[in-house]
């Protein structure tokens, strides 16, 4: 289905489920909201999953690994054959993120959404790489139309296998450059104000870095009313792709953790596109990266960690499966008021 008509079926989360939740959460013997936003997410899972019986037993992580032709200008601690290595690395457990999948107890799909040579992940590759922004635009808008409807594909794909809940991920030597791009045109800030060193950049990096997005966006300049324009312009395949995961969780029902600065710049991407796919998104940490508070702000998002965690990867997003395991187990186990003869709290105005 085109892609316009998928976003405009997004349907408003479902407010009888998230009452009931609520209900269910006051009948427990334990202070009221005493568990905070641990009990705040449950109530947002029932209204994404249009019931109160709150499941979230099968997890998924899906990376989103892609390669940027900006790296070429020296925006990145390392080379870009990194991404391919570290991305293969995912298919056994010697990535951050897959030995955290193996705790969590979630299923681990890298996908190759435009990785520079071939790998033996799932294959939806667009091109070895995007351009470089800072000579064109990274790629073609339909290709950023592309990398968006695969990412609601595989949700689809993982919705129909049993998929209760889903984190998103990527792994892409440059992608902070990119994402920072795409946030200073979004959120329009100055360039400065959203740019970190991402995977560990000297201060002549960080300076060649910000100077390069400037380039990037006088050059192609990017509409920002068009949120698509813009990831084509100055975003990257895996930020396309993930922007689709976002879509598709929202269009099939189905809850999406965010990770870090990445995958929130691609949050914001979802979210300008569609703006009910906010409600269908979980923030699970605070990453170190300077524009994530702006990004968590602009998406009306509270985040439940703050490790000082920059990995990427989607690790700070399976660091939280464990709570919201912890969560649902005490929604699902604890025993009522009423099981125990107490007199339940009276509703508060
Ligand atoms: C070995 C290695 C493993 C990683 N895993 C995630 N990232 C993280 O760093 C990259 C973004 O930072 P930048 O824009 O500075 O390249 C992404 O791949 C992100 O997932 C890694 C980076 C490296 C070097
Ligand atoms: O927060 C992130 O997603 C992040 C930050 C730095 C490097 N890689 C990822």
Redesign the pocket.
């Known amino acids: 289905m085109e892609l316009q008509k998928l976003c405009e079926k997004i349907e408003r989360l479902d407010l009888k489920s998230m009452k009931r939740a609520v209900v269910h959460w006051d009948s427990i013997a334990k202070p009221l909201h005493s568990l905070g936003k641990l009990e705040d997410v449950i109530v947002q899972i029932a209204g994404i999953q249009g019931t109160e019986k709150v499941h979230i037993a099968r997890k998924a992580l899906v990376i989103l690994c892609a390669d940027n032709g900006v790296v070429e200008e020296g925006v ?3 080379g870009q054959e ?2 391919a290595i ?1 991305s293969e690395n995912f298919l056994t457990d010697k990535a ?1 993120a897959a030995i955290l999948c193996q705790r969590a107890g979630a299923d681990l799909l890298p996908v190759d959404m435009g990785i520079a040579r071939d790998t033996n992940l799932r294959n939806c590759k667009i091109a070895y790489g995007t351009k470089n922004m800072a000579k064109g635009p990274a790629m073609t808008r339909a290709q950023a139309i592309q990398g968006i409807e695969t990412g609601i594909l595989l949700v689809k794909e993982l919705k129909n296998k049993g998929y209760d809940i889903l984190a998103t991920g ?8 990119s994402s920072s791009a795409v946030v200073s045109v979004l959120l329009d800030k100055s360039v400065e104000e959203v740019t970190g060193r ?2 560990g ?1 000297s201060g002549e990096g960080l300076n060649r870095k910000i100077i390069t997005i400037k380039k990037a966006i006088e050059l192609n300049n990017p509409d920002r009313e068009d949120t698509i324009d813009v990831l084509a312009k100055v975003g990257g395949f895996d930020l396309a792709g993930m922007t689709g995961v976002f879509l598709g969780g929202a269009c099939y029902h189905i809850p999406v953790v965010i990770d870090g600065f ?1 995958s929130l710049a691609a949050a914001l991407c979802a979210s300008r596109i569609s703006p009910i796919t906010r409600d269908y998104m979980i923030a699970s940490h605070v990453s170190k990266e300077p524009a994530t508070k702006m990004l968590l702000e602009a998406l009306h998002k509270d985040a439940f960690l703050t490790c000082d965690m920059c ?3 989607g690790t700070g997003a399976v660091t939280l499966f464990p709570i919201l395991d912890m969560a649902c187990e005490v929604y699902d186990k604890m025993s009522t008021f009423k099981d125990n003869s107490i007199e339940a709290y009276q509703p508060l105005e």
Request: net charge negative; proline share 0%.
């Open positions: 990145t601690q390392t990194v991404t570290v951050t990527e792994m892409g030597i440059g992608n902070t450059t991402g995977a950049l990445i990995l990427g990867e």
